[in-house]
C-alpha cells in the first residue's frame, strides 16, 4: 500500500467515525426525549450534576448533553 493510498484510507476512517458519533448523538438525543422527568434526574444525579428540583424537561436534557 502506498503512503497516498494510506493516508486517503485514514482520512475515510476518520470521517466515518465522525459520521458515526453524530448519528449516536441523534439518537441520544431522542432516548432523552423518551424518558421521564424521574428518569432524567436519575441520570442527572448518577452523573453528579446539580439542577433545580423544580426543573422541565427541556432544562434537563440540556444540563445531561452539556455533560457529555
Avoid: C, H, P
Amino acid at each position: 500500500m502506498s503512503v497516498t493510498a494510506f493516508q486517503r484510507r485514514r482520512r475515510e476512517l476518520k470521517a466515518k467515525e465522525k459520521q458515526l458519533r453524530e448519528d449516536n448523538s441523534l439518537e441520544e438525543k431522542e432516548d432523552l426525549k423518551s424518558l421521564k422527568n424521574d428518569e432524567l434526574k436519575k441520570l442527572l444525579d448518577e452523573k453528579g450534576i446539580e439542577y433545580d428540583s423544580k426543573a422541565k424537561k427541556e432544562e434537563l436534557i440540556k444540563l445531561l448533553e452539556g455533560a457529555e
